[in-house]
DNA sequence: CACCAGGCGACTC
DNA sequence: GAGTCGCATGGT
């Protein structure tokens, strides 16, 4: 199966901090490009001057969904220019110019932020590793060296053990595992992939999408505090990861995620030396920042994570 | 070995 | 309402 591949034209897109920013999980760096999975397509991306490369490893139906995801059409210095002329937001803005919000799949991205709760970046990478090998359907992948097509999948996969290509070459990659496929699982198999009390929270959740109880499409028609009230009534889920999800996967450009560096990054930078309560900063973060406040929030984040402490 | 991690929820006062 | 604490697990 021949692969496919694109140049979308974009500028002033920082694919690097874009995809390594804490918004999704899955995105590997090697040998000069980004890979991953978005839906079904195993993709591979390489930042070119004048845009970026895509390949597929078969056929595709257009790449609207790749642009979509990556959210190249977004007029990124229209956005810029809403953000506060202050120094934090200057500073911020020059350590990462280029970055995007991406416009993820909601299951994907609630599941994989509710794994996300009080766990470093590094380890909800290999959580969600784990939750794919061991529940995702197999998806066709590119050869690394020389652009050839893998190898065959196995007939069978062993039922305990993860299905993994072996890591000189792997032929095969995996989709994020459906509502469904979760909430066939047991609290012990999810425990397996190390996720510890959040278990529960992403079964219950699981459940409630595969029976119908919870509508993710719907949130789509809410303003951002209805679907913000809709989210939270999951368990495990609170404002924060709420807030992720509106932002990175329904495009509620104004909310806010306020997680621990964000916090730092507002105190240190807006109101260094004062004691100022969570609810006058939440306040101020919601008032401060402007329509695309979630964007200046990917921002912060970013820069507090990067910058040399 | 403490201490912390893109939090949440239950429990105090 | 605003503090406090336990929750699994792994990295530093």
């Given at each position: 199966?021949?692969?496919?591949?694109?140049?979308?034209r974009v500028r002033?897109?920082?694919?690097?901090?874009?995809?390594?920013?804490?918004?999704?999980?899955?995105?590997?760096?090697?040998?000069?490009s980004?890979t991953g999975v978005?839906?079904?397509?195993w993709?591979r991306?390489?930042?070119?001057?004048?845009?970026?490369?895509?390949?597929?490893?078969?056929p595709?139906?257009?790449w609207?969904?790749?642009r979509?995801?990556?959210?190249?059409?977004?007029?990124?210095d229209?956005v810029?220019k809403?953000?506060?002329?202050?120094?934090p937001?200057?500073?911020?803005?020059?350590?990462?110019?280029g970055?995007?919000?991406?416009?993820?799949?909601?299951?994907e991205?609630?599941?994989?932020?509710i794994?996300?709760?009080?766990k470093?970046i590094?380890?909800?990478?290999?959580?969600?590793?784990?939750l794919?090998?061991?529940?995702?359907?197999p998806?066709?992948?590119?050869?690394?060296k020389?652009?050839?097509?893998?190898?065959?999948l196995p007939?069978v996969f062993s039922s305990?053990?993860p299905r993994r290509?072996?890591s000189?070459?792997?032929?095969?990659?995996?989709?994020f595992p459906?509502?469904?496929?979760i909430?066939?699982?047991?609290?012990s198999?999810?425990?397996?992939?190390?996720m510890?009390?959040?278990a529960?929270h992403?079964l219950?959740?699981a459940?409630r999408?595969?029976?119908g109880?919870?509508?993710l499409e719907?949130?789509?028609?809410?303003?951002?505090?209805g679907a913000?009230?809709e989210?939270t009534?999951?368990r495990?889920?609170?404002?924060k990861?709420?807030d992720?999800v509106?932002l990175?996967?329904?495009?509620?450009?104004?909310?806010?995620?306020?997680d621990?560096?964000v916090?730092r990054?507002?105190?240190?930078l807006?109101?260094?030396?004062?004691?100022?309560?969570?609810?006058?900063?939440r306040h101020?973060?919601?008032?401060?920042?402007?329509?695309h406040?979630?964007?200046?929030?990917?921002?912060?984040?970013h820069?507090?994570?990067?910058k040399?402490?």
């Amino acid at each position: 199966m021949a692969g496919t591949e694109i140049l979308l034209r974009v500028r002033d897109y920082d694919l690097a901090a874009t995809l390594d920013s804490g918004q999704a999980f899955r995105w590997q760096f090697q040998d000069g490009s980004w890979t991953g999975v978005i839906g079904r397509h195993w993709v591979r991306l390489t930042q070119k001057r004048d845009g970026i490369r895509a390949e597929t490893a078969g056929p595709v139906h257009g790449w609207q969904w790749l642009r979509d995801y990556l959210q190249t059409d977004v007029d990124l210095d229209a956005v810029l220019k809403t953000f506060p002329d202050d120094a934090p937001m200057r500073d911020a803005v020059a350590a990462c110019r280029g970055l995007r919000v991406l416009r993820q799949d909601p299951w994907e991205c609630l599941a994989s932020f509710i794994l996300s709760s009080t766990k470093q970046i590094v380890q909800i990478r290999q959580i969600v590793t784990l939750l794919c090998e061991r529940f995702g359907e197999p998806i066709p992948v590119l050869g690394l060296k020389n652009g050839r097509a893998g190898s065959p999948l196995p007939a069978v996969f062993s039922s305990d053990e993860p299905r993994r290509g072996r890591s000189d070459a792997p032929y095969h990659s995996f989709a994020f595992p459906t509502p469904q496929r979760i909430a066939a699982a047991s609290e012990s198999e999810l425990r397996s992939c190390k996720m510890g009390f959040r278990a529960p929270h992403l079964l219950a959740a699981a459940r409630r999408i595969a029976e119908g109880k919870f509508d993710l499409e719907r949130l789509r028609q809410l303003p951002l505090a209805g679907a913000r009230a809709e989210l939270t009534t999951l368990r495990g889920v609170g404002d924060k990861i709420a807030d992720c999800v509106l932002l990175f996967a329904y495009g509620f450009d104004s909310a806010f995620p306020v997680d621990v560096w964000v916090e730092r990054a507002l105190r240190e930078l807006y109101f260094p030396r004062r004691r100022v309560g969570d609810k006058r900063l939440r306040h101020f973060a919601v008032t401060h920042f402007g329509p695309h406040a979630g964007y200046a929030q990917q921002y912060l984040f970013h820069y507090m994570r990067t910058k040399v402490k």
